[in-house]
């Protein structure tokens, strides 16, 4: 795909979805990061859901800590995988107290010291809550590189690699929204809705839907 068509698919993107959010709820760096955490492997909503009830409980990391992994369970039951996220959220929490003073660090090799911090949810918190222009691929966002041809990959890291390096600067802060919201609404995985996109005539996916 040439810089003009990446730049082009961009630019809908963009002129649909001027100011694209993360779905998750938070009001901190911290709330965001245990946010993210709990949410692989499930959805935005579900997690939304448990932490409704959760952060007016537990919003910091010592008050996630005094509340143990016992009684965290108990919030995130609803939740895959509930019993290990609910570990990790609380040796996380611990480590922030323990290395960082309580507070989320801003640098991606501390994030990912931390459990059930992979590179994933550490390009989350540093684009979300940090506003720096990294790209966090998940399911979503590889589906999309490699059905339109923005950035071919075998596996995410690839993926990821070549977002950053062909996506132009001032798209590159909010293109993980972007392309996430894009395969989570639009470029479903069993049926892309291609009659409702907005990139269609841009897209080199071959197997395009006549009706979406």
Request: proline share 7%; charged share 25%.
């Amino acid at each position: 795909m040439n810089p003009d068509k990446r730049r082009a698919i961009y630019e809908r993107l963009r002129a649909a979805n001027p100011d694209p959010r993360s779905e998750l709820v938070y009001r901190t760096p911290y709330e965001l990061l245990v946010a993210v955490v709990l949410s692989a492997q499930a959805t935005d909503k579900s997690v939304n859901l448990a932490t409704a009830k959760l952060f007016p409980v537990a919003d910091t990391p010592a008050k996630m800590v005094a509340l143990g992994v016992k009684r965290l369970e108990d919030h995130i039951r609803t939740i895959g995988l509930y019993r290990n996220k609910a570990k990790n959220v609380v040796a996380l929490s611990r480590l922030l107290i323990e290395r960082h003073g309580g507070e989320v660090p801003a640098e991606r090799e501390a994030l990912e010291q931390l459990p059930g911090v992979g590179r994933k949810t550490a390009n989350v918190v540093l684009n979300v809550a940090f506003g720096q222009p990294t790209i966090a691929v998940d399911t979503h966002i590889f589906r999309v590189a490699n059905r339109t041809g923005l950035a071919p990959g075998k596996d995410p890291l690839e993926v990821e690699q070549k977002l950053v390096k062909f996506t132009p600067p001032e798209y590159a802060q909010d293109a993980h929204h972007w392309l996430i919201l894009h395969g989570r609404y639009v470029c479903l995985a069993r049926k892309p809705g291609c009659a409702q996109c907005v990139i269609r005539d841009l897209c080199e996916f071959r197997g395009k839907t006549k009706d979406g």
